[in-house]
């Protein structure tokens, strides 16, 4: 009998020679491929979880180390699984007598001697059989794996590899699935149910099976309790906490912007946005609340632009990306729609830069008709007499902004739209005409978000940036001269609020589409641009559906949650402060019936020409100044330069001395409201 012990003693010891003797090259080189194939992962700018995607054969697979996981687990894994994890080679001897001792005394395998290395070994190389040949086979291996990868490397693997239930595999998505949080902070008893469940996954799964499970995670705590991990009290209190007994849907927020990183880059395993996941999540949220409260089938979408650098900082396409009845899956921010009165803004900045207008200029607001047939009404049908451009743009009125869009022309305005970076479409094979004031063209939210960041950013439109882990796009375009795009951020920050907001704080503009299709609000501070889209994705009519009373709300609710005081644009050099009666003749009213820039009798800069680079000798003791010369119009003439009045003449001829070099913007203006401008470079 003594004998039969020995010889039953002697296989283990034999085995664990063998690892010792037998040549690694034995087996092929182990391929690792698999084993190191990962979910693809979004993430915001700070590492925050967006959203997972699964594997190929759909899996759940996401990257993890040990660093990122709460280190009481992995206290407990070794504890429980592999107690001398840190001082043997892959293979434990002292674990292979010990289960060889028991077998003998009970005839039976009382407990296995498997280490983490050699269940790590079994999950990268599984092999359905179990005989001698296989056992040291998978020894060899983890010999292998912690000669490649070492102690961390073999513990990351199983952290991502461990299985934990049909297709979760590794510690962080099982985390997330049981759990609903990543596993970098765990109770005891979390920790001890993530410890137990590999060892049984499917016959412990607590979504299927929870009092197996959480029996399972209770001798767990028993055990680690025995060896001094945790005391017998925490172990009690551990015990006492429920055991989840439903699998959680994984994060998925953003999940629109996500879906496209993933699609442009399809290689990448972790992709890292520049969104804010706290902000994200609490602008889902809104977006979520306000299309309910609105009516059924309608969605909503939401973008935050950093105005410093383009940023993207959130991205809301629908009110939910699995919502059916409202089209949650179509990315709103994207979709090309009728901006209503959302681009009134941008004809003003072409007036005010063009010295066609000042704020304080006065317009007229009363039944007109353009171009013989078009006769634009105001939104409520009522008119208000003589105003200034500052409060029709405050009030948004119809009238007055076809007519600066005809002084500019349609071309102009929407070529300046598109030097700006937009993308603006028309109807086929139509020329821009005056109703696109009122949004008689297309526009994506992302588009128009831009070019109000534009006019935060002194008329400097950013180039759009959406990765962190990318250099910053770079590149801008230009929708305005810097004091234009302040006269507008100044009267747009007086516009009258939607009911229960401060006045005064941002920023901001509303439109309606023809027929009710589509409500819009866009605001700005020094900070951000936030732009809101309320509507049917299918296109289709919503009666009551206006900008002010339904999206101007969420746009206000919208800046809240970002946090801190709004702060505003800053005023650049060459505003020009004036009352009415102080602005130059011609830009103190514009009359219907004055002749406007693109009649026969325009006004038009002869010299300097458009684009001129020009040397005055600015670094001589005398320089010289800068000839003007102007053909037509209607004496006296208004010679401006970067928006200040520089000198007003009987004649067609004039000087102007620079007091420094760079871009200069030369316009003239005549008694009739004619005026043209140029852009030259002083040397």
Do not use: C
């Not at 809240?560 to 004036?578: D, I």
């Not at 002749?595 to 600015?618: F, M, N, V, W």
Request: aromatic share 6%; proline share 9%.
């Amino acid at each position: 009998m003594r004998r039969l012990a020995l010889a039953a003693l002697a296989v283990p010891a034999l085995a664990a020679g063998a690892l010792a003797l037998r040549p690694l090259a034995a087996l092929p080189p182990l391929d690792l491929a698999q084993a190191e194939l990962r979910s693809t992962i979004v993430t915001d700018r700070a590492g925050t979880l967006l959203r997972p995607f699964a594997t190929a054969d759909g899996r759940w697979r996401l990257p993890v180390s040990a660093d990122s996981v709460d280190p009481r687990f992995i206290a407990m894994l070794t504890a429980y699984e592999d107690r001398r994890f840190a001082e043997h080679g892959g293979v434990d001897p002292a674990a292979l007598l010990r289960a060889a001792g028991q077998w003998l005394r009970h005839g039976r395998i009382v407990s296995g001697a498997s280490t983490l290395s050699m269940q790590v070994a079994r999950l990268v190389e599984p092999r359905p059989e179990r005989s001698l040949a296989a056992k040291l086979r998978q020894m060899l291996r983890a010999r292998e794996l912690e000669t490649r990868l070492g102690k961390r490397g073999v513990l990351d693997l199983y952290l991502a590899l461990a299985p934990y239930g049909g297709p979760v595999e590794g510690v962080r998505a099982a985390s997330l699935a049981y759990l609903g949080r990543e596993p970098a902070r765990l109770s005891f008893a979390e920790a001890a149910l993530l410890v137990a469940l590999p060892q049984a996954p499917e016959a412990r799964r607590p979504d299927r099976f929870p009092e197996r499970a959480r029996r399972a995670r209770d001798r767990v705590l028993d055990i680690v309790a025995a060896r001094g991990l945790i005391t017998p009290a925490e172990a009690a209190a551990a015990k006492a906490e429920p055991v989840p007994a439903r699998r959680r849907p994984f994060p998925m927020l953003a999940a629109h912007a996500a879906e496209a990183a993933v699609a442009a880059d399809p290689e990448a395993r972790i992709i890292r946005l520049g969104l804010e996941a706290r902000l994200q999540a609490s602008l889902e949220a809104l977006a979520g609340e306000r299309a309910t409260a609105s009516g059924p089938g309608l969605s909503a979408a939401i973008l935050v632009l950093d105005n410093a650098t383009g940023t993207v900082l959130a991205q809301v396409g629908s009110p939910g990306y699995l919502d059916a009845d409202r089209r949650g899956a179509i990315d709103m921010t994207q979709a090309v729609r009728s901006p209503g009165s959302a681009l009134k803004p941008f004809i003003y900045a072409l007036a005010f830069e063009t010295g066609l207008a000042h704020p304080e200029t006065l317009l007229e607001d009363r039944p007109a008709r353009f171009a013989a047939t078009y006769a634009p009404e105001n939104f409520d049908l009522t008119y208000q007499g003589t105003v200034t451009a500052r409060r029709a743009l405050q009030l948004s009125l119809n009238v007055p902004a076809v007519e600066l869009l005809e002084a500019v022309g349609p071309a102009r305005f929407i070529a300046r739209l598109r030097a700006g970076g937009a993308n603006i479409l028309l109807p086929r094979d139509a020329a821009p005409g005056l109703p696109v004031a009122l949004g008689g063209l297309g526009i994506t939210l992302t588009d128009l978000a831009r070019l109000y960041a534009g006019l935060a950013r002194g008329g400097a439109v950013p180039a759009l940036t959406r990765r962190a882990d990318r250099p910053p796009a770079e590149g801008e375009r230009r929708i305005a001269e810097p004091v234009a795009a302040w006269y507008v951020a100044d009267t747009l920050r007086g516009a009258p609020p939607p009911e229960n907001a401060l006045p005064n704080r941002i920023a901001y503009k509303t439109g309606t589409s023809f027929g009710y299709r589509d409500a819009w609000a866009v605001g700005f501070d020094r900070r951000i641009t936030v732009a809101v889209w309320v509507g049917r994705a299918d296109g289709a009519a919503v009666p009551g559906l206006v900008g002010r009373l339904v999206a101007a709300p969420i746009l206000f609710d919208a800046f809240s949650r970002y946090g801190g005081e709004p702060v505003p644009v800053p005023r650049p050099e060459g505003v020009l402060a004036a009352t009415n009666a102080a602005l130059p003749p011609p830009l103190r009213h514009i009359r219907p019936d004055q002749k406007l820039p693109g009649t026969a009798q325009a006004l038009k800069i002869a010299y300097p020409p458009d684009g001129a680079r020009i040397d005055l000798g600015l670094a001589e003791a005398n320089p010289a100044g800068l000839a003007l010369k102007a053909l037509g119009g209607v004496p006296p003439l208004t010679w401006m330069v970067n928006s200040l009045p520089v000198e007003v003449s009987a004649r067609r001829q004039s000087e102007w001395k620079p007091d420094g070099a760079g871009f200069a913007r030369i316009s003239v203006l005549d008694a009739a409201g004619g005026s043209d401008s140029v852009v030259v470079r002083i040397e």
